[in-house]
């Protein structure tokens, strides 16, 4: 089959003819239909992430796809089947898995895309426990996104955030992959919306997904912006896509009694606040890490049924994913982009 194969951390995508993987006892092997790019491949490829420290490595976690073939214990998909996936390998076993917040396993066993190979191929195998079905009326394209995109602001605002209707909320990285389908979520859930971002196209397209209001911050801090928009108060939650460069901007748009949660992290490595600020405020400073399989489910439901629109800005062969990650590198994509391999 066609890979696009990572030999060195820092070196080339490399299209390679490899062998088709065989699966596991538990696993499925996946003919991919669509793999959507992640800022996160970036960091993976670099060298960048401590789990990901052994080559050759087969990128590629946004998989959407059709069952093969199924392993010999496989009971919950067939060949056939049209699937997505989740990201993580979790254990199944421990407290966090049996109670359905397996995005916190204590005996994490890695990722899809690192530990085992990714999409960027023909064909990928994948845990049945990881899998969540697709039905007909999702494209393999949009499907690609929902599971990182869609699903990780979800968890973020619906289980961490616990957003209400008539908030007010910013989303700083509005016009990025997770920040779009954020901004969409957010309305949906009766909030308003205040998108940051950088550049006249992505701050256009957060206006046009609904943002009520959106800022440039590459002109500077947004607090006073944001401070006007809540008539002095701030908002009441602050969906942080970005880190440490839009942290004390958002810390000081933020109004009291309100949550910050921290979702990207791609621009350093510390936060500072005061505790003294945390505790005159009662703020709430909240991680969230990507998606539950039962949180998956629903967000399927969610884009089955039209109230969330997939944003695809893009679909290319693997061929032209080096092009693409160098776009991703510049900060020039806009929502999502999809490799068809
Ligand atoms: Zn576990």
């Not at 942080?240 to 791609?266: N, P, Q």
Request: charged share 20%; proline share 4%; with cysteine.
């Amino acid at each position: 089959m066609r890979a696009l194969v990572v030999r060195e951390f820092g070196g080339p995508l490399i299209l390679e003819d490899v062998p088709v993987p065989r699966p596991k006892s538990d696993e499925v092997l996946l003919r991919v239909k669509a793999c959507a790019v992640d800022q996160f491949d970036l960091t993976i490829r670099d060298g960048k992430f401590a789990m990901a420290n052994k080559v050759p490595i087969i990128l590629g976690h946004e998989i959407a796809g059709v069952v093969e073939a199924v392993g010999a214990d496989v009971r919950s998909v067939s060949v056939g089947d049209r699937v997505t996936s989740t990201l993580y390998l979790t254990c199944g076993k421990c407290r966090y898995c049996l109670t359905g917040r397996e995005t916190i396993c204590t005996d994490f066993k890695g990722y899809v895309g690192i530990h085992t190979p990714g999409a960027y191929a023909e064909y990928t195998t994948i845990p049945e426990a990881n899998l969540v079905r697709l039905p007909e009326t999702i494209s393999f394209a949009d499907a690609s996104v929902i599971a990182n995109a869609i699903g990780t602001p979800y968890h973020a605002l619906t289980r961490r955030a616990r957003l209400q209707p008539g908030e007010r909320i910013i989303v700083t990285g509005a016009g990025g992959g997770v920040g779009v389908h954020a901004l969409q979520l957010a309305r949906m859930m009766g909030a308003f919306v205040m998108a940051v971002d950088i550049g006249d196209e992505k701050l256009a397209l957060a206006r046009d997904l609904g943002a009520d209001l959106v800022s440039d911050s590459s002109a500077g801090d947004f607090s006073a912006a944001a401070r006007a928009w809540t008539n002095g108060e701030g908002a009441d939650v602050v969906l942080e896509l970005v880190g440490t460069k839009t942290f004390d901007a958002s810390l000081k748009s933020l109004a009291r009694g309100g949550r910050m949660v921290i979702v990207g992290s791609h621009t350093g490595t510390t936060l500072t606040t005061s505790p003294q600020a945390m505790i005159a405020n009662e703020w709430e400073i909240l991680g969230s890490r990507n998606v539950t399989k039962r949180e998956l489910v629903e967000v399927v439901n969610l884009v089955a049924a039209g109230r969330i629109k997939p944003i695809v800005t893009g679909v290319y062969g693997l061929e032209e994913a080096e092009a693409v990650h160098q776009r991703l590198r510049k900060q020039e994509i806009i929502g999502r982009v999809v490799l068809e391999p």
